[in-house]
C-alpha cells in the first residue's frame, strides 16, 4: 500500500441522495458511476438497499455496469440489511458492505435504545457476519465525533477484530473543528491496539461549514480515505465537497503531503452533470466548480492576471476541466482588462486613443447598467467610437410579400453620387430586400445571424433588427431600426454594407469583430 495516497470514496449516490427533495432513478445512477469512474474515484457508495426496492435496484445495476472502482452498499448492522446489501452488490468486481451502527450516548439512550455492551456487540457480530459474505467490510460508529473515546476505542478494536478492513469516523452532525477532530483521528491512531489493520475513513458533515477543513484535519494525523460527495450534496447541510477535497490535497500537496488518484480535469464535468440529475444548482461562488471559480473582475486582479496568472489563481481552471479563466468585464474592471476584452471580440489594432475613449463610454455605461454584456460593448465600438459614413444611402425601397406569391423587393440606394436600383425576389420580404441589397453593393455577403426585438409597445413600437453579415471571412454586425420591420431590416443591411465598405476603403483600426 502507498502511504501516502488517500482513497476517494465517493457518497454522492448514498449520502448525497439524501439531500431532502433529491431523488435518483437508476439510469441517473448509472449516469453519474460511469462518470465517477472516469473521475477515477477509488469507491463509489451506491445506495442503500433495505431503503426501498428502487435504491436495491440501482446499486445492483451500479455493481454490474461499472468495473475499476469498489462499489458499496450501505447497511445498518443488523442481519436482514446486511443480506440485502449483498444481493445487490454482489456482482460488482470489487464488492463491499458498509455497516454502522451508532456509539454515542445521545443516539444510543434516545435512538436505539440499547446499551454500550448490547451496541459493541451488534458492532461485532454484524462485522463478522458480513465479513463471512463480503470480502470487504467497512464498519462506521456513527455519530462518532460525538462518541466517548474510550468506548469508540473499544468498539473500533472489536470491528477491526472481527474482520471491518476500513473503519469509518463520521462527524455525522458536522460537529467538529479541524484541530479538534485531527486530534481525535490522531487518538485512535494512537489508542486503538489493531489499527494499522485497517484504513481510517472520515465522513465529514457540513453543518458548520467545516467538512472539507475537517477532513483536511484528518488526513494530516492519519486518515488515509475520505468520503465526500460532488458538489458537496448530502443530508441536511451536505457532506464534504468531493472537489475541493481533491484540490486542496493536489494544490497544497507541499503542506499535506499526500496525493489522490482523480483526474481532476473530470470535475466541472461531474459537477454538471449531478447537478442536472438532482436539479441543484451550483452556486456561482462554489469553490473550484463554479462560474465565478475562475472569474476576475477587480480591475487590480485583471491586470495581475494579464500580467502573470498566478497572481490571483493558485491552480489553474484547465486543471479541473474550465477551458479557462474569464475576465469579466464589469463596473469594477480596470482599462487593461476592457482593452484584453476588446481584443477578445476582435477589435484589435485599436490606437490608444480609441481604447481610452471606449473605455470612458464603457464606464459610463456600467454606472447604468447591471450587467454590461458584449452587445453592449460592441454597441458602443460601432455606433459612437467608429460612426462610419453612409457612403451606401437607402432612398426608396418596396415590396410586395404574400403567403400565395412570391416575396419581391426594390431597392433604390445612393452611392458615391450615382443612383442604383435594383429588384430581387426571395424566400419572404426580408430575404427578398437583402439580396436587392445585395445586387446594388456588389459584394460577396452572407447573413450569418438575423435578431429583431421590439423598443417599446402597443402599435407604434419600433422594430430594432441587428443582422451579422459575413464578408470574406469577417463578421459585421450592424443594427436598423423603423416601425415596418422589413424597412428596419433593409436599414441593419445597408448598415452592414456601410461598415464593410468603410472596412476597405479606409480603416487602419478594425471597426467589426472578425469571429466567423
Ligand atoms: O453521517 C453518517 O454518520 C453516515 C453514516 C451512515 C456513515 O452517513
Ligand atoms: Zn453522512
Redesign the pocket.
Known amino acids: 500500500m502507498n502511504d501516502n495516497k488517500v482513497y476517494i470514496f465517493d457518497?454522492t449516490m448514498?449520502?448525497g441522495e439524501?439531500t431532502p427533495r433529491v431523488n435518483l432513478n437508476m439510469k441517473d445512477k448509472i449516469e453519474i458511476a460511469k462518470q465517477l469512474e472516469k473521475l477515477n474515484v477509488d469507491v463509489i457508495e451506491a445506495g442503500f438497499p433495505i431503503a426501498s426496492q428502487g435504491d436495491f435496484e440501482a446499486v445492483r445495476a451500479v455493481a454490474k455496469a461499472v468495473k475499476k472502482p469498489a462499489i458499496v452498499a450501505?447497511s445498518r448492522a443488523v442481519k436482514k440489511d446486511i443480506d440485502r446489501a449483498w444481493e445487490a452488490v454482489k456482482y460488482a468486481e470489487k464488492p463491499r458492505i458498509?455497516t454502522?451502527i451508532a456509539t454515542s450516548d445521545v443516539h444510543m439512550k434516545y435512538k436505539l435504545k440499547m446499551t454500550p455492551d448490547q451496541v459493541f456487540k451488534q458492532a461485532v457480530d454484524m462485522v463478522k457476519y458480513a465479513k463471512s459474505i463480503c470480502p470487504s467490510v467497512e464498519f462506521?460508529p456513527?455519530?462518532?465525533s460525538r462518541t466517548d473515546p474510550q468506548f469508540l476505542y473499544k468498539v473500533l478494536e472489536g470491528a477491526i477484530d472481527a474482520g471491518a478492513d476500513i473503519v469509518?469516523i463520521?462527524?455525522?452532525v458536522g460537529y467538529d473543528i479541524p484541530e479538534e477532530y485531527g486530534k481525535f483521528i490522531k487518538g485512535i491512531k494512537d489508542n486503538v491496539p489493531n489499527i494499522d489493520k485497517a484504513i481510517i475513513s472520515v465522513?465529514c458533515?457540513d453543518d458548520l461549514g467545516m467538512a472539507v477543513a475537517n477532513s483536511i484535519a484528518a488526513v494530516k494525523n492519519g486518515a488515509r480515505q475520505i468520503?465526500c460527495a460532488v458538489n458537496g450534496i448530502g443530508?441536511r447541510a451536505g457532506n464534504a465537497a468531493l472537489e475541493e477535497i481533491v484540490m486542496a490535497i493536489k494544490t497544497r500537496e507541499d503542506y499535506i503531503g499526500c496525493k489522490t488518484d482523480i483526474v481532476t480535469t473530470e470535475l466541472v464535468k461531474t459537477s454538471k452533470l449531478v447537478s442536472h440529475a438532482t436539479g441543484m444548482d451550483i452556486p456561482n461562488n462554489k469553490s473550484i466548480v463554479g462560474a465565478n471559480a475562475f472569474a476576475h473582475e477587480a480591475g487590480i486582479h485583471q491586470h495581475g492576471m494579464l500580467a502573470c496568472s498566478s497572481t490571483y489563481e493558485i491552480m489553474t481552471p484547465e486543471s479541473v476541466g474550465f477551458k479557462k479563466s474569464t475576465l469579466v468585464i464589469g463596473k469594477h474592471s480596470g482599462r487593461h482588462g476592457f482593452a484584453q476584452h476588446l481584443k477578445e471580440l476582435g477589435y484589435d489594432n485599436l490606437s490608444e486613443d480609441k481604447i481610452n475613449e471606449a473605455f470612458k463610454k464603457f464606464k459610463d455605461l456600467t454606472g447604468k447598467k447591471k450587467i454590461v454584456s458584449d452587445e453592449d460593448i460592441e454597441t458602443i465600438m460601432n455606433h459612437e467610437i467608429f460612426q462610419v459614413p453612409e457612403a451606401y444611402d437607402l432612398k426608396y425601397f418596396q415590396f410586395s410579400s404574400g403567403n400565395t406569391t412570391v416575396s419581391t423587393s426594390t431597392v433604390e440606394i445612393e452611392y458615391k453620387g450615382k443612383t442604383i436600383r435594383e429588384a430581387s425576389c426571395g424566400d419572404g420580404p426580408v430575404d427578398a430586400a437583402f439580396k436587392a441589397i445585395e445586387k446594388v453593393s456588389d459584394m460577396d455577403l452572407k447573413l450569418k445571424d438575423y435578431l429583431i426585438k421590439s423598443i417599446g409597445s402597443g402599435k407604434d413600437a419600433i422594430g430594432e433588427v441587428t443582422v451579422k453579415v459575413e464578408n470574406n471571412g469577417r463578421i459585421f454586425t450592424a443594427k436598423g431600426m423603423s416601425t415596418d420591420v422589413v424597412e428596419a431590416s433593409a436599414r441593419a443591411f445597408i448598415n452592414a454594407i456601410n461598415r464593410i465598405d468603410y472596412e476597405i476603403n479606409n480603416v487602419s483600426d478594425k471597426i467589426q469583430p472578425e469571429r466567423v
Open positions: 457518497t448514498r449520502d439524501q450501505l458498509h454502522f462506521s456513527e455519530d462518532a469509518n463520521p462527524d455525522t465522513h458533515h468520503e443530508e
